[in-house]
């Protein structure tokens, strides 16, 4: 098996560098052992870590962690504040034009596919349409909506994925086109795969469940249940920074309606399901990027 160390002497240091992987996979520690090694800023991919209120809940990097390299685009989003993927792309765009080398690090695939094969313009979904989406799925589930998409979207994306159901209904809804046909009208992609360093992290299950399982609990040694009482004014369900997995399960501790443990095993369940959307992504849309085993970080 080959070390990290033998992985970075093999990265050329001139070219951009991405990053895939699940969660507790190991990523953001080879982000930073190659900023270190090679010079370059680290550029969060992971939609959840661009929201400010909710560090230690997200595994945003730490202070140490900024203290070693450069980072951005991390904790950069009031938590109130819708951030889509366009958005994302558009704060990206000056780490790509600097002279500062960029090292994509982050989990969210559709950030990786957007930057590496172009974003369909979609236009915004209305707000009354999104409310009429999350009504359904909270009366019927997600399986209504789904039944309803064209078969050209319905074959792409993930169906067991509520929140990919609900967009694709949405655009199918507001524009009366498909999100596939959409997909096929990209603008050209900003950093073509052949431009930058590609890597995808393979955590293996047996090995990753582990580090899922401890997880919650190093956070919480951390503070993550003081920062959701911090969070507790104004909180709401419905907060785009809500998604984060675990913020629902503390505010309910908090509220006296869901013990500790109760929530600890929650949040283990959402994340290791998390993580299996994650592998299930990468191994569907990352065939062409270099796998780096997880075990050798």
Known sequence: MSTISDLIRSVDPARPVLIAGPTASGKSELALRLAEAQGGVIVNADAIQVFADWRVLTARPSQDDEARARHALYGHVAGHVPYSVGDWLRDLDPYLDADTRPIIVGGTGLYFTALTEGLAQIPPTPEFIRREAMARIDEEGHGGLAAELDPETAGRIDLANPMRVQRAWEVLRSTGK???????????????????????????????????????????????????RANRPGWSPDLPSAKAIGAAELMAVLDGSMTLDEARTRATILTRQFAKRQRTWFRARMRAWQQVDAQAL
């Not at 498909?178 to 590609?198: F, H, K, S, V, Y």
């Open 178 to 228: 498909g999100l596939a046909l959409w997909q096929d009208a990209t603008d050209p992609p900003r950093l073509p795969i052949a431009e930058a360093t590609a890597l995808v992290v393979h955590a293996d299950k047996a090995w990753l469940t582990p580090r899922i399982e401890t997880r919650f609990d190093t956070m919480l040694a951390t503070g993550a249940l003081e920062e959701a």
